[in-house]
């Protein structure tokens, strides 16, 4: 009975009708799963740009620890990396550099900028080897104020960035 | 604006020695026997002596000073812009930690260069601390240091096209 | 001169060229590897330097600072003296009541204020503070270059006990701003004394355990034992400040050479050691800790009862015409500041001298002629903080 009702005539459809309801199915509880990996396990990249890296510092202190996040600060290589958090103000100098970090990781890869002088060069606004915020060289994807931002308003920014990373879809 | 301690200015009240204190008063006394009017004392202040000279007798006299009085390194070098006098003031401060009894004092040794060629002798030779100092003033101020094997920029951006920083003319946006 | 290879190095290229092949020294340079230990690496903060290997040995190193570097003597120069405050204090956000104390100190004299006696104890408790908790973070990075990262959980967790006492005195964390020409902000609040005291005694005990598990074990002592000696003439040649010098044998610190404020009344010993190693200049902090609470004692029992805490200025004061230099000692080394005024109410310049930048000198001179692996031993007991130096 089924060879009657596959022929060359009908294949394509019943296939293409079939795996719309395979992906219908797995498609959410799988991106969901997918989305869950990523989110309990986001690894900076050990790039301190300026003196918010003491606050960073401080977020993996016992007190504050950012390691039930699944955020540890991984001293592995860039390639492991999947978030780079822009710590302060970025100058001149180090823009091209950071540019570079951004480039060389892996997809998928967030960026959150810590800081006022991250966001809109805060302070220093006014130097001459300053740039104003980090928006024209990385795409920000969560912008953390404070100056610096105490540990609980990073934490805050990460959560922000989880529950960002929870809808976002998988292709 | 003109220097605080305006050495063209002949009527000028230049502070002299308070005469209690010894140490200082006797640094300068030994320095001063020995190069007569090559030195000028700008000021004497408790645990700080400031003392100009010329660039071109400056190695000589620094030499006297790590030599004999045992000033043994450079705690900084500063350049200050002077556009009024059309000056630059390279000053080294120098300070010793072989003899005890005058490691509280800073001595101030200062010399002025001009604006437009800015060249001053480099005191590389004899105090191995001022090697980055002077580095950075020169790419701050565009103080050229004879004698001095790299000036070249050290804290600003590799691409940096613009006149030093610290100069007067230079000026932050928006101010 | 630096920039040079190493002696070792040249040898070998001497008696190679004896030889008669002088393009052996050519193709001897291109067997080199240059790594650029750059801004991006576990070991080395917002720093880069160059570094040329042949093999195992560092042969060449070019320190290349200036990642962080924020123009702030020339931002200076378009703030009044007030408005300085804040973001002088960034270099060092971690240690900031050095850097604006040194500051305050310098623009006192040129405004011809004196601070009141109760205002002089509160800047030294916040400044001994702040040391205590500078010297912590310090410890904490070194450990985990190390790779020993219960060090690094240790004093960061100890260290938020400083940081609740600062910011019950300040309000703030890390950049407190509390230090003005004229004195202090605020006055301290109720209850601070015994709480501090508490931590203190507690914090006595702690040092003895981080002694046993970071100094006497016998890893990192194999590490930093005899690893980049700086003589006691190179020390004095090279003008390095701070416990990069107490730990070459010369017993010079600030507040014994030269008192400021309060601390020509403070009974303290400077600590200093003649080894001369990366392991003395990883111990120096530690015995300027156990040091800094004897004093923090001392201050808070001889405070004075009651008092005004800072001078009352107008709100634009004018400096007098004339310049000021003056030092203190921060967590690394002697921080002046040389300030010239011209009359009106913004400083004409203001030249910061930092403890950072006359160390990084002495990181050529001791990594030319080591191993690789010794790299970052011997860079972070040179007490470097790059933010500080590139200001």
Redesign the interface.
């Known amino acids: 009975m089924i060879k009657d009702l596959i022929n060359p005539k009908n294949f394509n459809v019943i296939v293409s009708k079939v795996s719309d309801i395979l992906v219908g199915a797995l498609d959410k509880p799988l991106g969901y799963a997918i989305n869950w990996g990523r989110v309990w396990s986001l690894w900076p990249?050990?790039?301190?740009?300026?003196?918010?890296?003491?606050?960073f510092?401080?977020t993996?202190?016992?007190?504050y620890d950012c390691e039930r996040f699944g955020i540890i600060e991984a001293?592995g290589s860039?390639r492991q990396c999947d978030l780079i958090v822009v710590q302060g103000?970025v100058?001149?100098?180090?823009a091209p550099?950071v540019r570079m970090?951004y480039d060389q990781m892996a997809d998928p890869k967030y960026v959150i900028a810590m800081g006022a002088c991250a966001i809109t060069g805060g302070?220093?606004i006014?130097?001459?080897?300053?740039l104003p915020g980090i928006d024209g060289v990385l795409p920000v994807d969560v912008y953390v104020p404070g100056?610096?931002p105490?540990p609980e308003t990073l934490i805050q920014g990460c959560m922000l960035l989880q529950e960002k990373i929870k809808r976002s879809k998988i292709k | 604006m003109t220097s605080p301690n305006n050495i063209d200015d002949k009527n000028s009240k230049i502070k002299t020695y308070e005469s209690d204190l010894p140490i200082e008063n006797s640094l300068y006394n030994e320095l001063s026997s020995k190069f007569q009017d090559k030195v000028q004392l700008l000021y004497v202040k408790p645990n700080r002596i400031k003392v100009y000279v010329e660039s071109k007798n400056i190695v000589e006299v620094a030499s006297f000073l790590k030599n004999e009085l045992g000033l043994d390194h450079a705690e900084s070098v500063c350049g200050t812009d002077y556009p009024n006098e059309n000056a630059i003031e390279v000053i080294y401060h120098l300070s010793s930690y072989s003899r005890e009894e005058i490691a509280p004092i800073i001595f101030a040794l200062s010399t002025k260069t001009d604006r437009n060629s800015s060249y001053s002798p480099s005191l590389l030779p004899l105090f191995k601390s001022v090697e980055y100092h002077e580095r950075e003033t020169y790419e701050m101020l565009g103080v050229y240091f004879q004698g001095h094997p790299r000036n070249e920029r050290f804290l600003l951006p590799e691409d940096w096209a613009d006149i030093p920083p610290l100069r007067k003319d230079f000026r932050i946006k928006g101010r | 001169m630096t920039n040079k290879f190493s002696d070792s190095f040249e040898k070998k290229l001497e008696d190679t060229t004896k030889l008669g092949l002088e393009v052996v020294r050519e193709s001897a340079e291109e067997n080199l590897m240059t790594l650029s230990v750059g801004p991006q690496h576990p070991g080395s903060g917002h720093f880069r330097f160059i570094i040329k290997v042949d093999g195992d040995y560092i042969v060449y190193c070019d320190p290349d600072p200036g990642y962080v570097h924020r123009g702030e003597e020339k931002m200076c120069e378009y703030r009044n003296f007030i408005q300085n405050i804040p973001h002088l204090e960034r270099p060092v956000i971690h240690d900031s009541t050095h850097i604006t104390y040194s500051y305050s100190l310098a623009v006192e004299e040129l405004l011809g204020i004196d601070v009141p006696r109760r205002g002089q104890f509160i800047r030294a408790i916040a400044s001994e503070l702040n040391r205590q908790v500078y010297t912590l973070y310090w410890l904490a990075i070194y450990g985990i270059f190390l790779g020993h990262s219960t060090m690094f959980m240790w004093p960061a967790g100890d260290r938020e006990l400083f940081i609740d006492l600062l910011a019950a005195l300040t309000g703030a964390r890390v950049t407190h701003a509390f230090n003005i020409p004229g004195g202090v902000r605020n006055d301290i609040p109720d209850g601070f004394k015994e709480k501090c005291l508490q931590y203190i005694s507690y914090f006595e005990k702690r040092l003895k355990e981080y002694e046993d598990i970071f100094y006497n074990n016998p890893l990192f002592r194999q590490r930093t034992e005899n690893v980049g000696i700086l003589s006691k003439e190179n020390a004095i040649k090279l003008g390095v400040t701070g416990s990069v010098l107490r730990a070459s044998g010369i017993p010079h610190d600030v507040r014994k050479v030269e008192p400021y404020d309060v601390y020509d009344e403070m009974d303290f010993k400077v600590q200093y050691m003649k080894t001369c190693d990366s392991f003395a200049r990883a111990y120096v902090p530690f015995l300027d800790m156990r040091e800094s609470c004897h004093i923090i004692r001392q201050l808070l029992d001889k405070m004075p009862e009651s008092g005004e805490v800072r001078v009352k200025l107008q709100s634009n004061p004018k400096g007098r015409i004339g310049e000021a230099y003056k030092r203190v000692e921060s967590g690394r080394g002697a921080l002046s500041y040389y300030i010239v005024s011209d009359g009106s109410s913004r400083p004409y310049r203001v030249k910061i001298s930092v403890g950072s930048f006359r160390n990084i000198l002495a990181l050529p001179h001791l990594l030319v002629g080591s191993h690789l692996g010794d790299m970052p031993s011997i860079y972070w007991a040179l007490n470097y903080w790059p933010v500080e130096a590139d200001r």
């Open positions: 990249v050990h790039l301190e740009t300026a003196c918010c890296s003491v606050e510092g401080a993996s202190s016992p007190r001293f860039l103000t100058t001149r100098k180090m550099r970090v302070l220093y006014d130097s001459y080897n300053v100056c610096p105490r």
